[in-house]
DNA sequence: ATAAGGGTTCCAGTCACAGGAAGGTCAAGG
DNA sequence: CCTTGACCTTCCTGTGACTGGAACCCTTAT
């Protein structure tokens, strides 16, 4: 399979993959041309790539999942612990991502938004 | 003042300071061995640029709302219309974290968690 | 004279790619 | 056989908003 097929299948750019493999999550054949041939094992870890960086994984969570995943003999205690965490680091960013919508909805609320200077949002930021 | 005394005052770190400069938020005057020395109104912008991101404006954000509160004339549609869209955009982002926390909830709620190499969050990545 | 604690600039690194240039390869059509 | 166009390759740069560190200057106190 060549590089353009699989971007297909993943759904992955061409680019996203090369740059998986440039830092080691894929090692794909070449051919004598160049070419990368990828097998279906390696379109295989680039659905799972795919799959956790579509839940937020970093890109150093992915590596060690796919670790986990390629050992038969892993505990799900550190497939789990490793999710808990991103999931604790999402809930933080939610909390602060609502604090910031509260407070900016309410500003927006209160500003008129005509051709007046006079404007709360303004007047929130320069003295909070 | 220096800058770290305007550190201490805006909660700013000194880099972050020198980098608004660097990007021309600020232009804090020079000693003669140049050194900054922030005026009351540099303090006062670093301030707003400070609250402006804490509320998660970016940087061209903060540059746009900083010259419309420096703009006597202008109309505060203008600034309504950029929170507007930075809400929206806090609004997509927390829909897209709510989703992924969804997601993980249920699959860090199904894993046993322990010894054996059994995992529902891996089987999810394999086979989405 | 020296040491501590300011200040300065500049360079590299972060994260996860995306864009683009320069050039090699391949299959089809004239 | 030649060309065209669609692939493929590597390499370099840029993104956002800083942060860390090196190397060096300035000031004040001992």
Redesign the interface.
Known sequence: MNISEVAQRTDLPPKTIRYYEDIGLIRPERRENGYRVFSESDL?KL??LG??R???FSIEDCRT?LA??E???????D???V??E??ER??D??AQ??S??D???H??RE?????????P??K???K?
Chains 1, 2 share one sequence.
């Open positions: 295989h659905a799972f799959r956790a579509a839940l937020g999942l986990l995943y050992d038969e003999t892993r505990a799900s205690g497939v789990k612990r999710a808990r991103h999931l999402i809930e960013k939610i991502l609502q910031m919508r407070t900016l909805t500003l927006v500003c008129a938004g005509d051709a007046r200077p006079d404007c949002i303004l929130d930021l320069a909070g």
